[in-house]
C-alpha cells in the first residue's frame, strides 16, 4: 500500500512533465493551425484562455500533488507514532514478560533450594536414625551374645553335671546289678543243692521201698 501510494504522485508528476513537454514541442504547430483558421484577436484570445486554463490545471494538478504529498507525509507520520506506540507497547510487554519469567525463574529457584535443604534435612536424619538403629542393633546382637554364651555356659555346666549324675547313677546300678548276681547265682546254687538233696532222698526211699 505504501509503494503503490508513493509511485502515484510519481506518475502524476511524470505525466504532467510529459504533458508540458508535448504541449512545448506542439505549441508552434497548434499555433501556426490556429492563425490560419481563425482571425489574430480572436486567436490571441483563445490562446490566452487555453494558458489561463492550462495555468489553472497546472496549479489544481499542483494542489493535488502538494495535498497528495501532506496526505502521504501525514499518513506516515501517523504509521510512525503507531509503529512507535506499538513497538514501545511491545517493549514494555517484553519487559513485562521478562520480569515475569525472571520472577517465576526466582521462585523456581527458591523452590529447588528450599527442596535442596528438605532433602539434606532428610538424609542427615535418616543417617541419623540409621546410625541410632545401627547402634541399639549392634548392643542387641552383643546382649543376644553375651546371652548365648552365658546359655552355652549354663548348658554345658548342666551337661556336666547331668554327665557326673548319671555316671553315678549306672554305678550304682552297677553295684547292684553285681549284687543281684552274686545273689542269683547263690540262689542258683541252693536250688540245685537242694534239688539234689531231694533226688537222693527220692532214690534213697526208692530203695528202701523196693
Known amino acids: 500500500m505504501l509503494a503503490a501510494n508513493e509511485t502515484q504522485p510519481v506518475n502524476q508528476q511524470l505525466t504532467l512533465e510529459s504533458i508540458s513537454e508535448h504541449v512545448r514541442a506542439h505549441i508552434g504547430e497548434w499555433l501556426a493551425e490556429q492563425s490560419l483558421a481563425s482571425p489574430p484577436p480572436v486567436y490571441e484570445i483563445e490562446l490566452r484562455e487555453r494558458m ?3 495555468e489553472e490545471e497546472l496549479k489544481s494538478q ?4 502538494k495535498q497528495g504529498f501532506g496526505l502521504m507525509e501525514k499518513r506516515l507520520e501517523v504509521m510512525g507514532r503507531e509503529s512507535d ?3 514501545e507497547a ?3 510487554r517484553f519487559e513485562v514478560m521478562s520480569k515475569e519469567n525472571n520472577r517465576r525463574f526466582d521462585a523456581i529457584d527458591k523452590r529447588f533450594e528450599t527442596m535442596d535443604r528438605r532433602f539434606e534435612a532428610i538424609s542427615a536424619e535418616s543417617n ?3 546410625e541410632i538403629m545401627s547402634a541399639e542393633n549392634n548392643q542387641r546382637f552383643e546382649a543376644m551374645s553375651q546371652r548365648f554364651d552365658a546359655l552355652s555356659v549354663e548348658s554345658n555346666r548342666r551337661f556336666e553335671a547331668m554327665s557326673v549324675e548319671n555316671n553315678q547313677r549306672f554305678d550304682a546300678m552297677d553295684k547292684r546289678f553285681e549284687i543281684l548276681t552274686k545273689r542269683i547265682d547263690r540262689l542258683v546254687l541252693w536250688s ?9 532222698l527220692v532214690v534213697a526211699a526208692l530203695k528202701v521201698l523196693l
Do not use: A
Open 52 to 54: 489561463i486554463r492550462l
Open 62 to 65: 499542483r494542489e493535488l500533488m
Open 85 to 87: 506506540r506499538r513497538f
Open 90 to 92: 511491545m517493549d514494555k
Open 128 to 130: 541419623r536414625r540409621f
Open 192 to 200: 540245685f543243692g537242694i534239688t539234689m538233696g531231694t533226688g537222693s
